[in-house]
């Protein structure tokens, strides 16, 4: 199993860029959840989909922030336009409904100048 | 607002202590607790608690969870280097939904 599978793993982008963060889950699993996680804030939940539908995404910051699947394999999250302070480690995990435990991506580290 | 508070922020020992993480919460729905290491790169999952008492163990690491206190431990006996990380501690309330606390750095000194 490859495990859930993010890119880029790194990104270095310019103020008022668009972003594009890529995720896909592990096959089998129906629940897909994006987090930003930085020193100042820790690991915070930005919003979750279960079975493609999106459910909570009360942690998005604002509307410059916004994610589709738009099928069961990948997922995206997308910032624009981009600000320094979107500067954090963005991980994606994937589970099952059914189950709490989560697995997470590698994270892909987001730095806006 | 539901919170989920780790403590110490930060620990260093030397190898072969045993160490001992804490992590209280206060949510409004309580589904279980799950702890978590993040070395480099993601966290990976420890142990998920759903009932009071009962402690889960693995190897050398071992927690419990106290519903009544609204906290849990976790505990490394003959800590190792390869300890060294950040062990989050993080509770669901329910639809997947996991509030992270901040996270106790832990270093390990040889």
């Known amino acids: 199993d490859a495990g859930v599978i993010q890119s880029p793993r790194h990104e270095v982008t310019e103020m008022g860029q668009e972003v594009t963060l890529r995720c896909k889950p592990i096959?089998?699993?129906?629940?897909l959840f994006w987090y930003r996680q930085t020193m100042m804030r820790g690991l915070e939940l930005l919003i979750y989909?279960?079975?493609?539908?999106?459910?909570?995404d009360s942690g998005m910051p604002e509307d410059r922030f916004s994610a589709k699947m738009p099928n069961a394999s990948f997922s995206t999250l997308k910032i624009q336009p981009s600000e320094p302070r979107d500067s954090a480690v963005y991980f994606c995990?994937?589970?099952?409904?059914?189950?709490?435990?989560?697995?997470f991506g590698p994270g892909t580290r987001l730095t806006v100048l | 607002e539901d919170k989920v508070v780790q403590s110490p922020l930060s620990l260093v020992v030397h190898e072969g202590d045993t160490v001992t993480l804490n992590c209280s919460y206060e949510?409004?729905?309580?589904?279980?607790l799950l702890w978590y290491k993040q070395e480099k790169k993601a966290p990976t999952f420890l142990f998920m608690l759903?009932?009071?008492?009962i402690e889960k163990k693995s190897g050398r690491l071992s927690s419990i969870l106290d519903k009544k206190e609204l906290f849990s431990i976790l505990n490394i006996t003959a800590t190792q280097t390869g300890d060294s990380a950040i062990y989050l501690c993080?509770?669901?309330?329910?639809?997947?939904?996991?509030?992270f606390g901040q996270g106790t750095r832990l270093t390990i000194n040889p």
């Open positions: 995990a994937s589970g099952r409904v059914t189950y709490n435990e989560q697995f």
């Open positions: 096959s089998g699993h129906n629940s």
């Open positions: 989909f279960n079975n493609n539908v999106p459910i909570d």
């Open positions: 949510v409004t729905n309580f589904r279980s």
């Open positions: 759903t009932s009071s008492g």
């Open positions: 993080a509770v669901n309330q329910g639809a997947q939904k996991l509030v």
